[in-house]
């Protein structure tokens, strides 16, 4: 792994990539020996914004130790080293802490505004791609600090994602010698080691590089790889790759689908904004609701857009937002399971439907499945997606327990910033095979959909859930769909789901995703399952 570059600068420079580093006048300063501080001031330059003490502490220290007095401590530590030549850099009140970097050089920035530069040269993006091969804060990790090790893992894995991003151009997007090439495809598959796009570079440079024998070799060893995680190999007769052709994507002036928006009001008084969208006299299908949805901006969606509009063209397709989200009302007094079936039962008694099938994917198969088993006569097919029968407290260790409670701290304090890093946190694992323009829209997607308390007040409400004692009750035909390789919801919980329900049928999907994205080959699977299931059961 390369060493982290000296910068020198006329004036003070950060350096993030391997062992944080600072630097003033072409000199290295020397840091404060607490590992601590050193994490905190990594932190700081990194978010960018004002952070409240208490929300420092919380990431910092123990709750055993005195956090306000340690991170005074830690302040009088890092003022020296950043307010320098006249410009107060680190400033502090009573209440919040924040470091105004903007004139500081530091090495991440500077691989970012390159990589974002369409016109950077090989060379400038050949220097970026190997100051971004450093592990972030090398020296900064804190054992014992959850909510802190979450926001380092994504910032990490951010950085992957970045650095692949710069490897694929050198790939692709330059002149250069074949040996050269694959080098560079080489480094991006590392990066992305099931990335199809990746795979098949590497094929087509090795083609180039080494003649046809040796790269019918490498895609053999992919093959395997691809084959013993459980996904469908790429198909190597097009050397030509790109992550996604931007026809494909949705785009935000295409045309959306004829679809009426009503309103109903819930047991408890709260407005539910429902949509049906397709023929009205078209077999219906009702989805239920999950994390997160918003009628309108759905069809601007990466993810839902190309589903939805794949299920309307052969059903009346019902959904609605959830209580707390989208068009429904934000400010409701209950979330939880009781009210999420209540909705769902004042929905479809709105849309005046007396029996049809019911898709609920990710937490809203739980909901689903308790509709089903109080209401048998209504439900004539089941279709679960990435679905889970029991949230994380009924089944998680103590360790989980407190990464999953730091997560949703972290939610409360940066979920309606500019910054996607805390949201990124729910977008890195429902869709880790996403674009960087993909994740970049769900991002902000997310933003819109809700506020911060109730994105807190979702994530308690899924960690309660528990339909367990009512996976027998379900007389419906079932469908359980899910994908190989979800990362959020193991193929394992699939299949005990699949066992648990009398005759419930399995379909494993070749995908990483656990919210499926509309270009990816599994998501048309997805809707041809669903379609012949409906049609034979």
């Known amino acids: 792994m390369a ?55 919380e990431l910092f220290w123990e709750v055993p130790d005195d956090p306000r007095g340690a991170l005074r401590w830690s302040l009088t530590k890092l003022r020296p080293l950043l307010n320098r030549d006249g410009v107060e850099r680190l400033t502090a009140d009573r209440e919040r802490v924040e470091v105004v970097s903007d004139d500081v050089d530091v090495d991440l920035r500077r691989i970012q505004a390159c990589a974002d530069d369409p016109e950077a040269a090989f060379e400038d993006l050949a220097e970026a791609w190997r100051t971004a091969d450093n592990i972030l804060l090398d020296d900064c990790e804190l054992a014992n600090q959850p909510a802190f090790a979450v926001w380092l893992d994504r910032e990490r894995q951010a950085l992957a994602q970045l650095r692949a991003g710069v490897a694929r151009r050198l790939a692709l997007d330059f002149e250069t010698g074949a040996d050269e090439a694959l080098v560079w495809a080489v480094r991006w598959l590392d990066d992305q080691p099931f990335d199809p796009d990746a795979a098949r570079a590497v094929v087509a440079m090795t083609r180039r590089a080494r003649g046809a024998e040796e790269a019918r070799r490498s ?34 002036d295409a045309p959306r689908p004829r679809q009426t928006v009503r309103f109903v009001r819930a047991a408890d008084g709260v407005s539910l904004a429902w949509a049906s969208v ?8 009702v989805k239920a609701a999950n994390w997160l949805t918003h009628l309108e901006l759905d069809w601007e969606a990466p993810i839902w857009s190309p589903l939805y509009r794949d299920l309307a063209a052969t059903h009346r397709l019902v959904r609605y937002d959830s209580r707390g989200c989208g068009l429904s009302d934000w400010d409701a007094p209950e979330i939880s399971l009781e009210t999420f079936v209540s909705d769902l039962e004042a929905v479809v008694d709105a849309a005046g439907l007396e029996r049809f099938p019911l898709l609920g994917i990710s937490q809203g198969a739980s909901v689903s499945i308790e509709y089903a088993a109080r209401h048998p006569e209504r439900v004539s097919h089941l279709i679960l997606f990435g679905g889970y029968p029991a949230g994380w407290r009924h089944i998680a260790t103590p360790a989980e327990v407190r990464e999953r409670e730091a997560v949703m701290v972290l939610t409360e304090a940066g979920w309606g910033r500019p910054d996607p890093a805390y949201r990124r946190i729910f977008s890195g694992t429902f869709m880790p095979d996403a674009t960087p323009d993909e994740l970049d829209w769900f991002d902000e997607f997310q933003r819109q959909t809700t506020s911060s308390r109730n994105a807190v007040r979702f994530l308690q409400a899924f960690s309660e859930l528990d339909v367990r004692h009512r996976l027998g009750a379900v007389k419906a035909p079932t469908l359980v769909i899910h994908s190989r390789g979800d990362r959020r919801i193991p193929m394992a919980t699939g299949r005990e789901l699949a066992t648990a329900i009398p005759s419930a049928e399995f379909v494993g999907l070749d995908s990483n995703n656990h919210l499926l994205i509309g270009r990816e080959p599994a998501a048309a699977d997805f809707t041809a399952a669903v379609r012949r299931f409906i049609a034979e059961a």
């Open 3 to 57: 060493a982290s570059p000296t910068v020198v600068s006329p004036g003070l420079a950060v350096n993030l990539l391997g062992s944080l580093e600072v630097w003033a006048a072409g000199r290295r300063l020397e840091l404060p020996a607490s590992r601590k501080t050193r994490a905190l001031l990594g932190y700081l330059i990194l978010i960018r914004s004002p952070q409240r003490r208490d929300r420092l502490c």
């Open 219 to 252: 895609a053999d060893e992919l093959e395997t790889v691809f084959r013993d995680a459980g996904l469908t190999a790429p198909a190597w007769s097009t050397p030509a790759v790109t992550s996604a052709a931007p026809s494909d994507r949705p785009r935000p």
């Open 278 to 285: 397709g023929r009205e006299d078209a077999p219906p299908l």
